[in-house]
């Protein structure tokens, strides 16, 4: 059994929502937290035929890229479009969990599978959008409730490095104190001193979920008033870049990297323009809607860029910059983060041994360019 906050804790490990963009809407869209989840559903974007699509597969919760609901809504009714989606979904008890630029940001996340589709190598961030210090939470606990602790802080995302959660440090100690009337102790008693076995416990914690590990680790601790400090750090930092850049392993001239990226994205509607390169070897990419990084990857030294959404006076200045740039299409570049956000969710899923909730790719949706 999972419930809609647990699939949203799944995707959220892939995708923290701190990592989107201030102008972005992500998250719990539409639906119940507490909701117990027949199946999910992983789609581009949530139409009509998307939400049918998770009725007939018996799935309750929609995980989608582009948000259901992206400008505030002032009213929900069936005289507009959106309106009739939400009181469909609603009627229908279909709930539905977005991630779009905190997808996009997030390594491991869609531009990462772009760069990955191209076989891109030495792959790097094209522009950093976020960047976050760390501080390091250090608490005292008996030791007999140690491991219950730095469990609970680190499933908070305390002790997050590189590839490893749950890092911590902790140190043997003693420590003292004297209830006072009124406080409800949970070792000693009132109006005595008491000396007591405890352990220092130290993790390091991005300055966005400080809050959320204090919680975590005063709903664990067995103490009336646990005693903690939150010290600032000067290193380590975070970035979080929006885009990529990389190597191609063979040197491909222009005509070459035409049938490379019409290889790598077959549902996109690619068009080319800007300059023609005779020597490709290192190539940016934004997935989505990405004109604006055009002269960041030029400067960046790339010879082509690949985006969506490109307008004609956007490859006018490609050609003045001398980049080749590749327009796949807003779906064509984005399209694979339903097959990804699927693959997360289920190689999770399995991991946490539930068995009972299917997870499926949409196969209704399509591009909204048909010629």
Request: proline share 4%; glycine share 10%.
């Given at each position: ?14 995708a ?11 998250g719990?869209l ?5 909701m117990?989840?027949?199946?999910v ?11 049918a699509e ?18 505030g ?21 279909i ?6 630029t905190?997808?996009d ?14 076989g ?30 730095m469990q ?22 003693t420590g003292?104190f ?5 406080a409800?102790?949970?070792i000693?008693?009132v ?5 007591v ?23 664990a ?6 005693a903690?400090?939150?010290?600032q750090?000067v290193?380590?930092s975070?970035?979080?870049t929006?885009?990529?850049?990389g ?9 070459g990297?035409?049938?490379l990226i ?13 300059a ?7 190539v940016?990419l ?6 604006e990084?055009?002269?960041v990857?030029a ?7 690949v ?13 003045e ?11 064509g ?27 499926v ?11």
């Amino acid at each position: 059994m999972a419930t809609v906050q647990d699939i949203a804790k799944i995707v959220e490990k892939l995708a923290p929502k701190h990592l989107k963009e201030d102008w972005d809407n992500v998250g719990l869209l539409v639906g119940e937290r507490n909701m117990e989840v027949t199946g999910v559903l992983t789609t581009l974007d949530v139409t009509p035929e998307v939400v049918a699509e998770a009725e007939a597969k018996g799935c309750n919760l929609i995980v989608s890229h582009h948000p259901v609901i992206f400008k505030g809504m002032k009213q929900v009714t069936d005289e507009s479009a959106l309106g009739r989606l939400v009181i469909q979904l609603i009627t229908k008890k279909i709930a539905v969990y977005s991630a779009h630029t905190n997808l996009d940001i997030a390594p491991g996340g869609l531009n990462d599978l772009a760069a990955a589709q191209i076989g891109l190598g030495n792959v790097k961030g094209l522009e950093t959008v976020h960047e976050q210090g760390f501080c390091k939470i250090i608490t005292f606990v008996p030791a007999t409730h140690r491991d219950l602790v730095m469990q609970a802080m680190g499933d908070a995302g305390a002790g997050q490095i590189g590839n490893y959660s749950h890092c911590a440090f902790y140190t043997e100690g003693t420590g003292t104190f004297k209830p006072l009337d009124g406080a409800n102790p949970y070792i000693g008693e009132v109006g005595k001193s008491e000396t007591v076995k405890e352990d220092r416990i130290e993790a390091i914690v991005p300055q966005n979920l400080v809050n959320a590990v204090i919680e975590a680790m005063v709903e664990a601790h067995p103490y009336e008033v646990p005693a903690y400090e939150v010290h600032q750090l000067v290193t380590p930092s975070e970035e979080a870049t929006i885009g990529r850049i990389g190597e191609l392993a063979d040197t491909l001239d222009t005509e070459g990297f035409i049938e490379l990226i019409k290889a790598c994205f077959p549902r996109g509607r690619a068009r080319f323009g800007g300059a023609k390169v005779d020597a490709i070897t290192k190539v940016a990419l934004c997935t989505g809607s990405g004109a604006e990084f055009i002269k960041v990857a030029a400067k960046m030294g790339a010879q082509a860029y690949v985006t969506g959404d490109v307008k004609y006076h956007d490859m006018q200045m490609a050609k003045e910059l001398g980049i080749l740039v590749t327009d796949v299409g807003h779906f064509g570049t984005e399209i694979g983060a339903a097959a990804l956000l699927a693959a997360h969710i289920g190689m999770q899923l399995q991991e946490q041994k539930v068995t009972d909730v299917p997870v499926v790719v949409s196969d209704v949706h399509e591009d909204f360019f048909f010629a």
